[in-house]
Structures are given as structure tokens and as C-alpha cells.
């Protein structure tokens, strides 16, 4: 089942940006509603959009159902198999999102598009194949997942985008190094404002100090 986006207007309207933020596996828009509120308080003027993942098997979980925006084949090996067909059908899914916010009025400066560890991954996918420069991009506990493939897509409309790619050393999940790949990947493809953030004992999750690092990153392209 596909569940529309969940969408937390701007607490001060008229909207004058947008936030995509996306979810990882088995999660969803909702388990990120903290995020898009405690957001509001800083950006009043900006509205949160957390996309759901459809549901589908997952070959690594056994085929049990759940939300995923792609399938998985192996935990935390970028060169295990990879579903090339569904990333990128979801990273346009995500591309879509952006262009709707632009249709509406928004200024494509104006919008940021993020997400945690596959929306990480997918996030990173749809805006460096991106025909229009948007305003900044947010990669937490990411990776990347086909280089290969990926390669002749990239365009050149968010080269100098900033970037913000965060990672925790004790990931369990998503390897430390796995996370350097994929900025070493994006820095070599000329992505030139493209920081990287290493979180000292994070596991596969969030922090503080990496919550306020983005909120000043975000601070940045909100002005």
C-alpha cells in the first residue's frame, strides 16, 4: 500500500520553502514528524514533507513485507546485488516531489531534500540527477549504492549545491568507511561544496550534535 506523504505546513504562511526529508527501511513519514515539528520552530515559514515508502518484500528480511523504497539483497554491503530498476524509480518519485513544490510556487533555492540512511542514499541518487539547483542536500547515516549506474545520470545543476553528509563511527548498519565511499564518490564527481560530518560512538541513527549541525546547515539556506 502507497501512502501519500505526511505534510506539516508552514507554521507562518504563505510557505516560502519546502524540506523533503526520507524515511529509511520499515520506517515511515510519521516516525519522522519530530523531526518536520522541531524544524518548524526554527523555519516558521517553511513547510516539512515526509514521504512514505510503499510497501513491498524484502529479499534480505526473509520477503517480509514492510515499507521500503527499494529492495534489499544484503545489509550494509554497498557491492552486494543492488535493485538498480527500483532506486532510481524512487529517486524520481522524490525528483517529482521537488518539481510539485516548484509547480506550487516555491523557489527551487528555497527547498532542501534530505533523509536517513536508504532515504540517505536516495536523496543523494535524485539530487545529483537533478535538472533544476535547489537549495541543499542532507544525507544522514548514507551510502552509496550504485556508482556504477549512477555515473553517466549525474548532471550538472547541483555541483555546487551544498551538501551535508553526516555519519556515526559505530555504525553497525551502514559502516563508517561505507559512508566515506560515498563522499569520496560525490567530492570526485565535482561536487564542490559538499561537506562530511563524522559523529564520534553514533550508531545507525541520529544525534544531537548532528541535529544541530544540520539546523545550522539548514539555517544557511533558509536565509
Known amino acids: ?10 507554521i507562518k504562511g504563505p510557505a516560502k520553502g519546502a524540506m523533503i526529508i526520507v524515511h529509511g527501511l520499515g520506517d515511515s ?20 514533507i515526509l514521504p512514505n515508502a510503499p510497501e513491498m518484500p524484502v529479499t534480505v528480511n526473509g520477503g517480509y513485507v514492510m515499507r521500503s523504497w527499494f529492495d534489499i539483497y544484503e545489509f550494509g554491503n554497498p ?21 510539485e513544490q516548484v509547480s506550487k510556487g516555491i523557489d527551487p533555492s528555497k527547498i532542501v531534500l534530505g533523509g536517513f540512511s536508504q532515504g540517505a542514499s536516495l536523496s543523494l541518487i535524485a539530487a545529483s540527477t537533478l535538472d533544476i539547483k535547489i537549495g541543499g542536500v542532507i544525507a544522514m547515516s548514507g551510502f552509496i549504492s550504485i556508482p556504477k549506474e549512477l555515473t553517466p545520470l ?19 548498519v551502514i559502516q ?21 560530518h563524522s559523529y564520534a560512538g553514533m550508531q545507525h541513527s541520529t544525534s544531537d550534535e548532528e541535529l544541530r549541525h544540520i539546523f545550522q546547515f539548514l539555517s544557511k539556506a533558509y536565509t
Open 1 to 10: 500500500m502507497v501512502l501519500g506523504p505526511v505534510v506539516i505546513p508552514a
Open 29 to 48: 513519514g510519521e516516525g519522522w514528524r519530530f523531526f518536520g515539528e522541531l524544524f518548524g520552530r526554527y523555519f516558521p515559514d517553511v513547510t516539512t
Open 79 to 99: 557491492k552486494a546485488k543492488q535493485d538498480v530498476d527500483g532506486i532510481l524509480k524512487s529517486a524520481r518519485v522524490l525528483q517529482d516531489l521537488v518539481k
Open 154 to 172: 549525474i548532471k550538472s545543476a547541483n555541483k555546487d549545491t551544498p551538501f551535508f553528509q553526516g555519519h556515526g563511527t559505530a555504525d553497525p
Open 176 to 196: 563508517f568507511t561505507y559512508g566515506e565511499q560515498c563522499r569520496d564518490f560525490f567530492q570526485s564527481h565535482g561536487f564542490s561544496n559538499y561537506q562530511f
